[in-house]
């Protein structure tokens, strides 16, 4: 982390409004990540505490093979529909907003059918066990619901309003999960219903979203629907699918850097040993979602500030966002590689042995979260063609290390090999937006990691050093080393830009009790706005 040119506390007017504003955007998203990650993590402790391992690990697997084919059969459309459809409401093109849907939707919609139909002829030609194959047909059935969702949430961002977003993705469909899982749980120990739990709240999202949508559409006077044939759709598809077609090959590299490898130690080390890998690193994972809401905020506001010949204020955000990002994420992580086998006892003493992959994984996400959102400034700053590349090559990387690594060290090398994959992700897109930006970190950025390091880490350790290993002791440790760097953190928070984020959550308070602003303004995003991600880590 080196110094960087960056604002101190008496920031120009200018950069204080511009801080305001990442912090305004990443307030909202951060409750609707955290409610999010939550489920997910839900879904995973009903799953290990209520089937057997060697299920779960087969239903983790098709979840992760899901999410890869909806990355391939959605083409990273979602993004399009966000871009396209906002651009045509703030220009008075307000009529080609179903265009836009439509021209998307439809070859979407088709080819995830046609991929469903493929996939439950040949899937019983496969040397698996029929319940495997069973679930994973059940699993298929999904997937045109699933696309349809994420196109037509995609719809109401453009529109301007995430609460469709939150209300159906993070709570609806997040919460379903393993509440559905738990009934599954208590009637049978089948994959089958355990995979129909994941997979179901898909078709009940997608019911909604649609809803959704049409009614925002009704409430903008704008027309919801249109024929897929209709002249307004044929002439937008060129210029829709010219921007979707890098950005598809960007989005499958990314998802399969994140899930690939779960089917790796399947097929590698077995069903058992990828439940434990799933619970681990997923478990891990979920952090990322602490900091969605800044990572969401901040490149559309880099793009702006940026487009308007701001390159310093576009750095400041940057680096705010790092710093805040650091400040958020840093404690998880840090407590996830003092004390992983206390962790894991959530998921019960079979998944003990995946202590070692979380202190592997929590390392590289150290790393990855120091960086900052560098993946997403480069794509702010127009270059995609330089994501694609980055992610691609993290992909590769990624893929020969689980298949090198996993045979002889089992789910720790493929915890090796995301960790890598983590490190090449960031460090190309830091080296190549430095010209253009500066550094995404700095000595602020230094400051709040090393009292998230000191504070946490310290206490465990020195109980560890005296010989206590008694989980229950070293969770308390680990508490009050977080309360010390709570207290830490409002101790600089000057230096934080902390002032930023209070006055938000103060404004924000008051509305609700003065009933002002219009829901309308509430659900404001930028137009630039892009679905929510996952960080680079």
Known sequence: MSDAPQSTPASTGSDRAELRTLARGGIGGLLASLVSGLGGLAFITVAAWGFPKAEVGIVFTLTSLFLIALAIVTLGSDVGVVRFTAIRMHSGQGDDVAAVLMATLAPVWVLSVVVTGLLWFCLPFLPFQHEYVRSAQVVSLFLPWAATSNLVLAGTRGLGSVRPTIMVESLLRQALQPILAGIAAFQTNSAVWLALAWVFPYAVACLVGLRSYTRLCAAKG???????????????SREVWSFNAPRALTQIAQIGIRRADIPLVTLLAGPAQAAVYTAASRFVASGLQAIKGIQQMVGPQIARLYAAGRPDQAGLALRTATTWNVMIAWPVYVTCAVIPSVILMIFGRDYSSGSSVVVILALGMLVGIAAGPVDIALLMLGRSGLSLRNNLAALITNLILNILLIPGLGINGAALAWTASILVSNALPTWQIRPILGNASDRTTALVAALAVVSIATPATALRLVGVE?????????????????????????RLHLGELAAVIRRRRNRKVNGAGSAEGRDCVSPTATAPQEPTA
């Open 222 to 236: 704008r027309q919801a629907w249109l024929s897929p044939f209709a002249p307004q759709v044929r002439a937008v």
């Open 470 to 494: 008694q989980p229950l002791a070293l969770f308390v440790a680990t508490v009050a080393g977080g309360l010390v760097y709570l207290g830490l953190a409002w101790r600089f928070r000057r």
